[in-house]
């Protein structure tokens, strides 16, 4: 694969991503551009990489490298992608190695941005950003937080670990064709579970992860989609290129629901809100009582979000998918309760999970079947919950109308 890193303060980021590739034995060879070897210098890409380092089309010229490292790479990352070098790819300039080599590139290419944010918010930079996007780049949303001076806003690079993700789900997805399935749509994931506070210290919650939500932002991302992640109480990095809104009871879960999904193609639920919350939710912390008895502890049953966003469509054609956790019984198996919960639900397909066994909480496998109110079943054997991610979007795109 190829590593291309242009002129940007947040070019020493991109040495970490060079290590996470080699060391899961990638063979990479890194491009940077003249500006880029004013931050980091050659030794440091050679040295981390195990080849030579060219910027110009001029060295090793019996090689033809302008054509070579284009046409041989399975993947093109470039990373940070300034605001210059990605005007330079749009428009097709060739006037050093990178730009060669994007113009001779047919694998899938990504793009991670890093600039201040009024030069991302350029209208010539939104439009060359367009441009790439529509003839199958991959560009990844930039983060927001700190910038290189005191500043703060949306343009940062995303954190390399999560870089390295999107490129490693580009690589699972997608053989040698750039799987953009989900370009252009706006897709709102939740992960998670849900808190119910008693007082300011104690809450009731549950067991969810969120590492399957995580595994589908993650996944979509990867296939072009704008992305929307409500996250409740998870603490895992945030995912690149992706919107991540912090909630922790189920009503603000549900209000940041309700807020994204008129604009969302697909809603998948897989966050766990809790059912139930406590009727009063004291201001200070509940005492124990010095006879030793346990407060009263009364509950209400919480909204179902995913029967209300189902049952009440605000978008035409978005397809709706909910998650259920059940242990066959005498009153049905699985799949039996499955059904019955994606008719009760309303949504137009449910993913059920066995938990018989509890291993799924916090486990980075899943094993599932996919059921659709049109009649559909589809298995997906035990395997990481990216590649139970990745059926669900083949499903969800299936289903999605032009
Ligand atoms: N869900 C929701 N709002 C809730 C509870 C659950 O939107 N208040 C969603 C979850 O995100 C998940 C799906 O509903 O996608 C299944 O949740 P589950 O708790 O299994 O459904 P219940 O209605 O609680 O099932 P049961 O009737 O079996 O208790």
Redesign the pocket.
Known sequence: MVLGVSGGIAAYKACELLRRFTESGHDVTVVPTAAALEFVGAPTWAALSGKPVATDVWTDVHEVPHVRIGRSADLVVVAPATADLIAKAAHGLADDLLTNTLLTASCPVVFAPAMHTEMWEHPATRANVATLRSRGALVIEPAEGRLTGADTGKGRLPEPAEIFEVCREVLAGSGSDPATDLAGRHVLV?AGGTREYLDPVRFLGNRSSGLQGYALARAAVARGAEVTLVAANVTLPDPAGVKVVRVET?AEL?QE?LAATPSADAVV???????FRPVDVSDAKIKKAPDGSAPPLALTQ???????ISSNRVRPGAVI??????TGDDTGSVLD?GRA?LA??G?DL?VVNDVGGGAVFGSPDNEAVIIGADGATVEVPRGSKGALARVIWDEVAARLQD
Do not use: Q, S, Y
């Not at 639920?269 to 059912?275: L, Q, R």
């Not at 919480?302 to 209300?308: A, R, S, Y």
């Open positions: 939740t189920t549900r629901v639920m897989a966050a766990a809100p809790a059912d919480n909204p179902d979000i995913l029967h209300e998918v909910g998650f259920a956790a059940e309760l919960k009760r639900k949504c449910l």
